[in-house]
């Protein structure tokens, strides 16, 4: 299967805006540690007035009107993003950045859970022995040696804050 160079441009972008982003974030979040919520919350607002922006100058992006239907509607999926959003960073502002990707590692096997769960269907035995190799590498990431620094160790606390944002990402799924 060809994969088309706009495809692999998009997702390396993605990638390196990804990481990027996880290095930016973990620099503020050091900066102000008791200032999570309200620094995703600008986070937010600030992604809503570029948009809104970015609209007025391409057709590409369209901003919807506010409908109350709608909106109670969506409100369980917005306080779940939010809450996941609000753990993320708790995660992240908790853990070195290098380690912030082991911490969030359930995101996969939590998914298929909860698919599974919510369709009542069993997943197939390679999709469970995927979600096993990741779930053996997350325990194994989170095991430490002895001779790590005691900084580098993550509290068990951030882990949990890992663990609600990967959930928050599976069941948004």
């Given amino acids: 299967m060809a994969v088309s160079p706009q495809v692999i441009g998009v997702v390396s972008f993605y990638m390196v805006a990804a990481l990027v982003m996880v290095f930016v974030n973990k620099a503020v979040l050091n900066s102000t540690p008791n200032l999570p919520t309200l620094f995703m919350f600008f986070q937010s ?46 995660c992240l502002r908790d853990v070195e950045a290098a380690f912030y990707q082991i911490a969030r590692g359930l995101v996969l096997p939590l998914t298929i859970a909860i ?46 804050y890992g663990f609600l944002s990967s959930l928050a990402i599976a069941i948004h799924a």
């Fill in 45 to 90: 607002v600030m992604t809503v007035l570029l948009l809104n922006f970015t609209s007025l100058f391409t057709s590409h992006v369209k901003i919807p009107t506010f409908d109350k239907t709608t909106a109670q509607k969506l409100t369980p999926l917005m306080l779940v993003d939010a809450s996941g959003f609000i753990f993320n960073a708790l």
């Fill in 115 to 160: 698919v599974a769960l919510s369709t009542m269907t069993r997943p197939s035995t390679q999709v469970v022995g995927c979600a096993a190799v990741v779930t053996f590498g997350f325990f194994l990431g989170i095991t430490f040696s002895e001779g790590l620094p005691a900084q580098a160790v993550p509290a068990p606390l951030a882990l949990f």
